[in-house]
């Protein structure tokens, strides 16, 4: 097996997403030369843990088996949460991407272009609300005065402020720190609560942390597959083919979960193959359109993000998705 490759984080700001997008955009709309240069390399944008479908694809060898006579080399950037992959398609870098829906449409409202064709995971239940070692939380109520972490701007933000606001507590009434790892400072009692998901659960528990709840009332948290619109308008095909790859990989993930248990073992230098497989397990894995898996949530989170000003223009859900790649793709 080949190592996956490690991309660092860069820092997450709306400015730099919407100058750059409207930079890429001012220099498309300003060519006058429409024949695509030809394809060499397809660029994935993918997280950390738990997502393993585009890992799975690679390590089995399915992307080389489509692509490699056509001399075009597919390579898989792991990213540690979603807004720096918001961030490298903004900048050109990336052609596809697994990423959280939040972040997702937080980016296409500040004019990233790219388009969801397709779910990849999706989850009721997996992110828990956890409470340190030594904290007296037993409620969501009793974050209030608490310092609660989480990363801005990814699901698990979506989670907690939707627990806090099913709750009755406002946001001004807990001290958020954005943390996308908490756990150290969970353990060490430096914040009081987080928001986690596979494998970081388990980490947390093995560490004394308490779960106290799930968000498992707000209804589906997604993963979704992603495409630039530039690679999507000058490799169509190629982009229906890398869909199928992904469908392949995830069709293959479900008849053959102790082999994926240990690619994701693996890649992620996991010393705890049960680990892994609870990470599997927390979510379910589905390359699909269906509309109580993609639509309907994709749309809970758009009405999320608007009604509390995460993000200032309406998103209509119509220009984010295209599902045409999918059905053209034969996959219904």
């Not at 989670?159 to 001004?172: H, K, R």
């Not at 942390?209 to 095909?237: H, M």
Request: charged share 20%; proline share 4%.
């Amino acid at each position: 097996m080949n190592k996956t490759v490690f991309t660092g984080i860069r820092g997450w700001t709306f400015v730099f997403l919407f100058i750059t997008a409207l930079t890429i955009n001012t220099n498309a709309a300003g060519s006058k030369d429409t024949t695509a240069a030809k394809l060499t390399k397809i660029r994935l944008g993918d997280l950390p843990g738990t997502t393993f479908i585009m890992k799975v694809a690679l390590e089995k060898g399915f992307f080389r088996e489509e692509f490699e006579n056509d001399g075009i080399t597919v390579e898989n950037n792991i990213f540690a949460s979603g807004p720096p992959i918001i961030e490298a398609f903004a900048a050109g870098e990336l052609d596809f991407g697994t990423i959280g829906a939040q972040p997702v449409i937080q980016g296409f409202a500040n004019y990233v272009p790219f388009k969801v064709i397709a779910g990849s995971n999706y989850t009721d239940t997996a992110f828990k609300l956890a409470a340190g070692p030594k904290s007296t939380i037993n409620s969501v109520k009793d974050l209030a005065g608490k310092r609660v972490a989480c990363g801005f701007g990814t699901n698990s933000h979506q989670v907690l402020i939707s627990l806090l606001q099913n709750a009755g507590i406002s946001e001004d009434q807990v001290e958020l720190v954005n943390l996308s790892d908490a756990a150290p400072a969970l353990i060490a009692g430096s914040v009081d609560a987080t928001i986690s998901s596979e494998p970081g659960t388990s980490r947390l528990l093995s560490g004394g942390a308490r779960i106290i709840t799930d968000g498992g009332d707000y209804g589906k948290i997604l993963i979704v597959t992603v495409v630039s619109e530039a690679f999507l308008k000058n490799y169509p095909q190629e982009t229906i083919r890398v869909l199928k790859v992904l469908r392949k990989a995830s069709d293959w993930l479900k008849d053959n979960e102790e082999e994926g248990v240990k690619i994701g073992a693996y890649l992620n230098n996991a010393s705890s193959l049960d680990e892994v497989r609870r990470g599997l397990k927390s979510r379910t894995r589905s390359i699909d359109i269906e509309p109580q898996n993609l639509r309907i949530p994709l749309q809970q989170t758009i009405d999320f993000l608007y009604s509390h000003g995460f993000i200032r223009r309406p998103v209509d859900i119509n220009d984010l998705l295209d599902e045409s790649v999918y059905r053209n793709a034969g996959l219904n």
